[in-house]
């Protein structure tokens, strides 16, 4: 390893713009679409644990899954954030196969071309505001811009089904995968075409033109 040493130099003071007694103001952005990373992982599991605890008595991802996830692949992941809190996140990675299997769950395939969606969830406080499917449209839109992703992927229990439909998952039947007593169907979205968005690296913000998707669903459990 090298160690570059920079030469000193000689830096006139600032002049402030600020009147003295007068503190800055540091404002955050209203809303902020952009890649979570490990330091979103304890705000990302409250999140979750919430939501799905109480419906299926199992988390997707635990804790340190969220962690392991957000720290090997964190460009597979898009938090929604309004004025700095998390209000509803998506976690995936790349898969290698045709079918999700018991293995989908914890690994990450670096030459896939399938982005396995592990979960989409929505705090309590922000949710039949159809934050949901506006997040998943974005994020498959940012899907395009990754050269090698070809489709996308998710399982889900079957009153889920609908839900995905709408946004154009299909079916691709019975999933290989169960937790405990729980059964899934695996659904699958092809990924062509162009992004509606260009890719930014450091952020994906919303377009001036908020997007609103219809969310047809009455069932509490899929209020998402």
């Not at 952005?29 to 952009?34: C, F, G, I, K, L």
Request: aromatic letters at 10%; a positive charge.
């Amino acid at each position: 390893m090298s160690l570059v040493v920079a030469q000193p130099s000689v830096v006139e003071p600032m002049q402030s713009s600020v009147s003295p007694g007068v503190q800055r103001r540091h404002t955050l952005p209203a809303s902020e679409v952009r890649p979570l990373n490990a330091q979103d992982a304890i705000s990302v599991f409250e999140i979750e644990r919430e939501a799905f605890i109480s419906v299926s008595g199992e988390c997707p991802l635990h804790l340190d899954e969220v962690r392991h996830f957000l720290t090997i692949c964190p460009e597979f992941s898009m938090g929604w954030f309004e004025e700095g809190r998390l209000v509803a996140f998506i976690i995936a990675s790349l898969w290698d196969r045709d079918r999700l299997t018991s293995e989908a769950l914890t690994l990450h395939k670096p030459r896939g071309s399938t982005a396995h969606i592990h979960v989409l969830a929505v705090h309590r406080t922000f949710r039949q505001q159809g934050k949901g499917p506006i997040l998943m449209w974005r994020y498959l839109q940012y899907l395009r811009c990754l050269p090698n992703v070809r489709r996308a992927a998710l399982m889900c229990e079957d009153f889920l089904v609908p839900f995905y439909r709408k946004m154009g998952f299909k079916p691709l039947g019975r999933c290989a995968i169960t937790v405990g007593n729980l059964t899934f169907t695996e659904m699958w979205y092809p990924i062509s075409g162009h992004a509606y968005m260009r890719r930014n690296s450091e952020a994906i913000r919303f377009p001036n033109t908020p997007l609103t998707l219809p969310v047809a669903h009455t069932d509490q459990q899929m209020d998402i």
